[in-house]
């Protein structure tokens, strides 16, 4: 499938390079779709965390959900929006170097484009085990504040309002 020539490149079968362009092309939509998830994610946070942090005066949950919990809730956030942002970017840089390996044929863009995928699965694997940390830290957060939880119930009169 593959042959070498005297100027150390690599060339690729033309069904070999079919398949290959193919990938790459889907690497690249993956990419941006990621991306628009990301900004997407990131504005939806910081909507609802503004929200919250601008109705903390007049809510009687302002007592049972300090500023600095919100605070750090909107820093880990942007923390793992960011781990992401980067892992996504990796694959659309794989995706570019796939598709310059593909124009000019040069192996050096082929070992960086298997690079950039391998990061891509390395940092995949560590972004999950940060994501579920961070959310394991969030629920002992929330099961800390559940004694305040009855005091909350009180001030509604025994029940939560209806919306």
Do not use: C, E
Request: proline share 2%; glycine share 6%; hydrophobic share 45%.
């Amino acid at each position: 499938m593959t042959t070498k020539s005297k100027y150390n490149k690599t060339h690729l079968s033309d069904n070999a390079k079919n398949s290959l362009n193919s990938l790459s092309r889907w690497m690249k939509i993956s990419a941006i779709i990621k991306f628009i998830i990301i900004g997407l994610a990131i504005l939806a946070s910081l909507t609802t965390f503004l929200g919250l942090l601008s109705g903390m005066s007049n809510s009687p949950m302002g007592s049972f959900l300090p500023t600095t919990t919100i605070i750090i809730g909107i820093l880990a956030q942007i923390l793992l929006y960011s781990f992401w942002f980067y892992i996504t970017l990796q694959i659309f840089q794989s995706s570019q170097q796939f598709q310059a390996y593909i124009d000019k044929g040069n192996k050096s863009n082929l070992k960086a484009a298997f690079q950039k995928n391998k990061n891509y699965w390395k940092y995949s694997i560590a972004y999950i085990f940060l994501a579920i940390a961070s959310y394991a830290v969030l629920l002992n957060t929330i099961t800390s504040l559940i004694p305040n939880a009855t005091d909350m119930f009180r001030l509604f009169g025994g029940g939560f309002p209806s919306l």
